[in-house]
């Protein structure tokens, strides 16, 4: 499976961004796929996931800001960006499994494929 994260840029404090990740390779029925960032210097964190069946999960420092969705249309998962801070400049990844737990969305361990990463840079 190959992931394609794109969407990143240059945005002002509280603007908004829409990253999308798309998959190639083989047919995946059930998958989890996540959003995972990762600024200079720091750890990598958990943004956001949504599995096959439907289940969304968020990371507390972007719940109520940030909204992960499947466009169908396009087949991608996307993440609508909103409400745009400093601190949330980083390199977005997006990644796959095939197999999904609730108790692990959030470990990027969990995750056997990963995209090439987006950069997105909020100025203050």
């Known amino acids: 499976v190959q992931l394609q994260a794109f969407g990143g840029g240059l945005v002002q404090t509280g603007d908004s961004l829409r990253l999308s990740c798309a998959a190639s390779?083989?047919?995946?029925?059930?998958?989890?796929l996540g959003w995972f960032r990762q600024a200079p210097g720091k750890e990598r964190e958990f943004v956001a996931a949504?599995?096959?069946?439907?289940?969304?999960y968020y990371g507390d420092s972007v719940k109520g800001r940030f909204t992960i969705y499947r466009d169908n249309a396009k087949s991608t998962v996307d993440l609508q960006l909103n409400s745009l801070k400093p601190e949330d400049t980083a390199v977005y990844y997006c990644?796959?499994?095939?197999?999904?737990?609730?108790?692990?969305?959030?470990?990027?361990?969990?995750?056997?494929?990963w995209g090439q990463g987006t950069q997105v840079t909020v100025s203050s």
């Open positions: 990644a796959l499994d095939l197999t999904f737990s609730p108790h692990t969305v959030r470990r990027g361990q969990s995750y056997k494929y």
């Open positions: 390779g083989r047919t995946v029925r059930t998958y989890i």
């Open positions: 949504m599995s096959w069946s439907g289940g969304i």
